[in-house]
């Protein structure tokens, strides 16, 4: 072996899968399992004890209602919230192990750096950031509707869409309610306007109903309106006259079922909801083409990308607390990853809310702050361990 091949046979030795590390992954995933464990025990008993009633009410039993609802729940607050608290939690629980049986130091006395003993938990964390974009782009929109109904179940009033514009067909089209599940709406205007921007048609409906023609979960299919009302203007600005109907006909021709000619399809409610969180990049991206005017659209698209980070991230930060203070309590390691990911959580939550309601923020930036913010500090903090 010649000399200069002596120094790169000696950097690959260092990276060579040891027992040390099968070792920290072993504790890293018997931690991670118990972190989730806990998770979803503590979401199941909230969810059960503040929800009683609304499960009492759905057609099927209690045990198969709740098994639906959780099936459906735990994946979604896992991918879109608890995901990096548990990478955190279980990455400083494996290091506080390590802590209470002093083998970091022992490791380290026979010339192991921290941030080589650190390199499984990394890796790890990586995996568990494509596990968060597979759940995002193909668990999650494949099980759009049983989400859908475990919403309704969770959510105490109907959704209340914003405005939905249809450029093709001139409408402005509101829904006062509408449900996900029955894709049913009520108290429905619809503004229809002249080239000049004048009042053209004005049609009021007590329901609009989404009937489906194509195969479940597929966008094709007609709105039926029920028991509503239609008055028109001409294009200077004057009611139209009626003049085969009496009374009160005369202005408002009223209907009991009329099909709506219109682009709008219940995706478009659905994704009027800030919260709407079962949606993968492309069909964010197709949704925001179509209604570029929901400012949380254009944050979601960048946040799908974004938020996955925070599984590294938490560990930069978290992991100094440990390590410095050689912490050897369980509780307290589990406690510190809860503080910072509720600090990021907060942060992101701040941002998303001044790019959706003002123009302080841009939708990209508002994404992407928190990360660069407790990025460049986790990135300071884990540069400080004594390695």
């Known amino acids: 072996m010649s000399a200069r091949e002596k120094p790169r046979m000696a950097g690959l030795g260092r ?26 025990g503590f979401f199941i008993a909230i969810e059960f ?62 010339g ?116 509503g009302s239609v008055q028109n203007w001409n294009n200077r600005g004057n009611l139209v006259v009626n003049n085969t109907s009496s009374g009160g006909e005369r202005l408002k021709k009223e209907f009991e079922q009329r099909k709506l000619n219109t682009t709008l399809r219940p995706i478009d409610l659905e994704t009027s909801n800030k919260e709407i969180s079962y949606l993968s990049w492309k069909q964010l991206r197709s949704q925001f083409k179509r209604q570029n005017y929901h400012r949380h659209l254009a944050v979601k698209l960048h946040h799908h990308f974004a938020f996955p980070l925070a599984h590294i991230l938490l560990l930069f930060l978290g992991l100094p607390f440990v390590l410095k203070l050689e912490n050897r309590s369980i509780f307290l390691g589990l406690v510190a990853s809860f503080l910072i990911g509720a600090a990021f959580y907060l942060v992101t939550s701040v941002c998303a809310s001044i790019a959706i309601d003002g123009n302080y923020f841009s939708p990209t930036l508002a994404a992407w702050f928190p990360i660069m913010l407790f990025g460049a500090l986790g990135l300071t903090l884990f540069d400080s361990i004594p390695t």
Not at 130 to 150: D, H, K, M
Request: with cysteine.
């Open 15 to 40: 990276l060579r899968i040891k027992t040390v590390d099968l070792y920290v992954v072993r504790l890293f995933l018997a931690s991670y399992l118990a972190c989730f464990i806990i998770f979803a």
């Open 49 to 110: 004890s503040f929800k009683f009633e609304r499960f009492m009410r759905e057609d099927e039993n209690i045990f198969a209602t709740l098994l639906k609802y959780n099936l459906a729940m735990i994946p979604t607050v896992f991918t879109n919230f608890m995901g990096p608290i548990l990478t955190s939690a279980a990455g400083l629980f494996t290091v506080t192990l390590l802590n209470r049986n002093n083998e970091i130091q022992a490791l380290k006395t026979n």
């Open 112 to 227: 192991m750096s921290t941030y080589r003993l650190l390199l499984p938990i990394f890796v790890m964390s990586f995996l568990l950031i494509g596990l968060t974009f597979y759940l995002q782009e193909v668990v999650l929109p494949g099980q759009r509707n049983s989400i859908r109904t475990a919403l309704a179940i969770s959510k105490s009033k109907l959704l209340e869409p914003e405005t939905y514009y249809d450029s093709t067909n001139g409408l402005q089209i509101e829904v006062g309610q509408y449900s996900t599940t029955a894709q049913l709406g009520s108290m429905v205007k619809i503004l229809e306007l002249h080239q000049n921007a004048k009042a053209k048609r004005h049609i009021s409906a007590k329901r609009i109903e989404w009937i489906q023609t194509g195969p479940p979960g597929s966008e094709e299919g007609y709105w039926n309106l029920y028991d």
